[in-house]
């Protein structure tokens, strides 16, 4: 006989009582694992379609002159003169400390053009990285370029020129099938007939040269001051320009998402230790005759208290288990209703093992004050309960 | 004869209630004493005192006034603690109608004073079958109380209160619930414990009772009379 007997056995036996005491820490805990598991899919989701929007730190060559356009006019004349980085170079920013928070590296050579006699811009481009990138871009019928022959051009530029998707376009006297017509965007592709890299470094002359590179970060609470700096380490040369007002709304909206989630999980928590508070009280006044008994027989203080935290602690481990499983199986279910295309992001362990341990410590310190009465209640009035 | 040759001596013993402004005498002046292996029978009608008294004895009721000697111990100058561990070595409580824990199963209930001993569990095992045998309950040592008859539970309370061998067995109204029968079996079984080496200390108020004592105390309105 051991005093966790006496524990395991009240707890059998009061199967309703300590029901609803689990419940007071299911709900705790699983509110507390729904929240964070939902903010941590949110904030995945959030990150990922902030991405979406592009760039978010471009690098281009040191100019000591300034720029002269806003809004995409530009006041100072068309120069298309622009200076360039080796393209070796670009392995190097794969080699800064937060590597691994780089998605999408995007390079660009830029140069002029003549069609028909006009101008144009031509805008070589890695088309994989390009595509996965500007994931706005849509194309009016026609598939996007693959070969090194296949070009795609903006929407203002077909207008001028009078092409259309599949017809064959003269660059520098060399044949290019347009694969597409891209949909008019706003923005500067609009006037620029896009080509392959290699293609484009080749008729500009500018074999093994990159013009700008568009990075996106993809990272959660992103050190991006400290990326621009390590990338700027690596471009001495070069201007790293970071795109602060995206990188702020993400961490401000992750942050908020936090906070409400904080708030939310201290106020359940709060109400499940006093549901389990209030039940404990109950269930040590129902047990006065037998702690009355246990006092009688010898037990000392020690012991009654150690009867009560032992049950504390097991119900504490049910509840937080309980509580866990729920929580992830709320979160899997709510998570598509309360975010379209935001999945579940997967059973976090280390959130378990906090959740357990979490529920065992709101059942101790909510016993604490029941197992302290129970202790010290005394012999002789308990046993005038007999 | 001095003072540490008795078990149990009780000296100028005072206990007073209060609750709000009323205070109720329930013991008002007691001395007496009780040698070891003798079997008493403190007897009285309802509110006498004779269970405050009972309580007294057995280290859980803090009386108003006076001392209360055990093997020359001085009960009430220990600390609640120590009285507590006084209690596991020098007592075995028969409680009023049983007083089982109804969740542990009889052989649990004997070992349940066991609990907080240090032997080990092999001992403990031993100890808990001898006196399940004792008791001869053997065959029902798996039950829960509420699968025994009303004999059978007080069985058990006296296995449980004898398992760890204490020195005094103090029973409060043990026959209480019986029928005159199993009364008379359980008095028998108390009196065999008697024949031990157990002092026996019996509070009731069925006279038929004194027969199986050595000695009877009366207790009436706060005193006794030898």
């Known amino acids: ?386 | 004869m001095t003072q540490i040759d008795h078990l149990i001596q009780i000296h100028d013993l005072k206990k007073t209630y209060q609750s709000g402004d009323t205070k109720v005498d329930a013991i008002k002046q007691m001395d007496f004493f009780i040698d070891d292996e003798e079997f008493i029978t403190i007897m009285g009608q309802s509110g006498s005192g004779k269970s405050t008294l009972l309580s007294i004895i057995g280290a859980l009721n803090h009386p108003t006034k006076g001392k209360v000697l055990v093997d020359s111990l001085d009960l009430y100058s220990l600390s609640a603690e120590q009285r507590a561990d006084f209690r596991s070595e020098y007592i075995g409580f028969i409680f009023q109608s049983f007083q089982l824990i109804p969740y542990l199963t009889v052989l649990e209930n004997i070992k349940l004073p066991m609990a907080v001993t240090g032997q080990k569990k092999k001992v403990k095992n031993q100890m808990a079958l001898d006196v399940i045998q004792r008791v001869g309950l053997g065959s029902k040592a798996n039950r829960l109380p509420d699968q025994l008859s009303g004999g059978e539970q007080e069985r058990v309370a006296i296995a449980r209160a004898i398992v760890n061998k204490p020195p005094i067995i103090l029973a409060d109204e043990p026959t209480g619930n019986l029928d005159t029968k199993t009364a008379g079996d359980i008095m028998l079984l108390l009196q065999s414990l008697n024949k031990d080496g157990h002092t026996v200390i019996v509070v009731t108020h069925n006279q038929d009772m004194e027969t199986y004592a050595t000695r009877s105390i009366k207790v009436s309105d706060g005193e006794c009379f030898i």
Not at chain 1, 232 to 260: C, L, W
Not at chain 1, 262 to 274: D, E, K, N, T, Y
Not at chain 1, 282 to 299: H, K, L, P, Y
């Open chain 1, 1 to 386: 006989m051991k005093l966790h007997n006496i524990s395991f056995g009240n707890i059998k036996r009061r199967k309703g009582k300590m029901l609803f005491l689990v419940l007071g820490l299911v709900i705790g805990i699983s509110t507390v694992v729904t929240l964070l598991s939902i903010t941590e899919s949110m904030t995945k989701n959030i990150e990922e379609r902030l991405n979406q929007f592009g760039a978010n730190i471009i690098v281009v060559p040191k100019s000591e002159n300034l720029s002269l356009n806003y809004g995409g006019i530009d006041v100072g004349g068309v120069n298309y003169k622009v200076r360039e980085f080796d393209q070796k170079r670009l392995l190097e920013i794969k080699t800064i400390k937060n590597s691994k928070n780089l998605a999408i590296v995007a390079p660009k050579v830029l140069g002029p053009v003549q069609i028909n006699d006009k101008t144009i811009l031509l805008m070589g481009v890695i088309f994989e990285e390009e595509l996965a990138l500007k994931t706005w871009w849509q194309k009016q019928g026609g598939t996007y370029p693959e070969k090194e022959n296949e070009v795609m051009l903006g929407s203002q530029v077909a207008m001028l020129l009078g092409f259309k998707s599949g017809d064959i376009i003269h660059i520098s006297d060399q044949p290019f099938t347009i694969t597409t017509i891209l949909k008019q965007t706003g923005a500067s592709e609009d006037n620029a007939i896009i080509a392959s890299l290699g293609a484009s470094q080749a008729i500009l002359g500018k074999q093994g040269k990159i013009s700008m590179v568009e990075i996106s970060a993809f990272c959660q609470g992103c050190p991006i001051t400290e990326l621009t700096l390590q990338i700027a380490e690596k471009f001495p040369d070069g201007k790293v320009t970071a795109m602060k007002q995206v990188v702020m709304s993400k961490m401000q909206s992750i942050e908020m998402f936090k906070s409400f989630s904080l708030g939310i999980s201290v106020i359940v928590i709060f109400i499940g230790s006093l549901l389990v508070l209030v039940t404990m009280m109950g269930s040590v006044n129902e047990r006065t005759r037998e702690i009355g008994i246990f006092r009688a027989i010898g037990f000392r203080r020690g012991h009654v208290m150690q009867v009560i935290l032992l049950e504390a602690l097991l119900l504490g481990i049910i509840g937080g288990i309980i509580g866990f499983t729920l929580g992830n199986l709320i979160a899997y279910s709510v998570i598509p209703l309360v975010m379209k295309d935001s999945v579940f992001v997967g059973i976090n362990t280390n959130l378990g093992i906090v959740s357990i341990l979490m529920a065992v410590a709101l059942s101790l310190l909510a016993s604490l004050y029941p197992a302290f009465k129970a202790s010290n209640m005394d012999p002789s009035e308990a046993l005038r309960a007999l």
